[in-house]
């Protein structure tokens, strides 16, 4: 199930669906099926992984026809970050493919030596922003600003110490975040303030539930510049997969309904360049992964 938050010129945001290219009320469906359902995607997370099975099958009893007044099409739609504010911080995870490692460590402060454990950091709630949004560019902050494609896990269970081979239980879902990076403002080693900035988590368009894919691990995804592709790999060259994240992760804290883990990016960044490319005010990124979608954001210098 393609999941989205959204409004129309007339509402607040709200959750919904996609059906038959149209995008369903979720609410209002559950109001037609007899079966109260949420107006907020995570309060559907936490009702747990089991309730997209349960949807699907008010879906295949429900007529079309009943779908018409509680439908709208897409373009009608504003799509928003699936969860716009999110609960916690985004977990982040750095120099997760190989390429990527050593692009970095010809321009950045890192080694070079393949990680023997992820690398951890996160972005504030604060970072989310949507498709067809600005990303903002302090210049008083930074002016090396650069961009990322990955693909982001949503959990949707809480999880300590869960074991590799059953990580994926504990998945709810995946969206795409372009993990936006100011390199010039990282302290030490320290990465927040190069990743934390204001809309640094472009995030969307939809949360796609993990019935819908069947490997995570076999993904293309791709980042275009002004139209020109700068990134192309696929998620099959992790350094440590889903499973190994989550693995990792529920070890060092408790991993709950609705927190996201952004993935890591190939190589192809700003960064990585020879010369180097920095984004200015009025750039547009394209973040695409199969399965999921494409979000567009702008630069927009402040």
């Not at 995570?42 to 007529?63: H, K, S, V, W």
């Not at 990585?272 to 984004?279: D, F, I, L």
Request: hydrophobic fraction near 35%; proline fraction near 6%.
């Amino acid at each position: 199930m393609k999941l989205l938050t959204y409004k129309t010129q007339d509402s607040e945001p709200r959750l919904g669906f996609m059906h038959n290219n149209l995008v369903v009320d979720m609410e209002d469906f559950g109001g037609i099926s007899n079966f109260p359902l949420p107006n907020d995607m995570l309060e559907l997370i936490d009702m747990g992984i089991e309730i997209i099975a349960e949807i699907n099958n008010l879906i295949e009893d429900t007529r079309e026809v009943d779908f018409e007044n509680i439908s709208f099409p897409l373009n009608d739609v504003e799509i928003l970050a699936p969860i716009e504010k999110p609960r916690k911080n985004i977990i982040g995870i750095g120099l997760n493919y190989t390429e990527h490692v050593a692009e970095s460590a010809r321009t950045l402060d890192t080694t070079g030596k393949l990680p023997q454990k992820p690398i951890i950091f996160s972005k504030p709630p604060t970072t989310v922003t949507g498709p067809n949004t600005n990303v903002l560019l302090n210049t008083n902050l930074t002016k090396q600003l650069d961009w990322e494609v990955e693909l982001a896990v949503v959990m949707g269970k809480k999880g300590k110490y869960v074991s590799k081979e059953n990580a994926l239980d504990y998945v709810f879902g995946y969206t795409i975040i372009n993990d936006i990076s100011a390199r010039d403002c990282r302290r030490e080693g320290q990465w927040i303030v190069s990743k934390g900035q204001d809309t640094f988590a472009p995030m969307g368009p939809f949360l796609v539930t993990k019935d819908e894919i069947e490997n995570p691990h076999n993904l293309d995804l791709s980042l275009k510049l002004n139209g020109i592709e700068k990134q192309n790999s696929n998620t099959q060259f992790m350094l440590f997969n889903i499973n190994d994240l989550i693995e990792d992760l529920s070890i060092v804290f408790t991993l709950e309904p609705g927190d996201i883990i952004a993935t890591g990016t190939p190589a192809g960044v700003g960064a990585g360049r020879n010369p180097q490319e920095w984004m200015k005010d009025g750039d547009v990124m394209e973040c695409y992964v199969e399965n999921i979608g494409t979000i567009v954001n702008t630069v927009k210098e402040i």
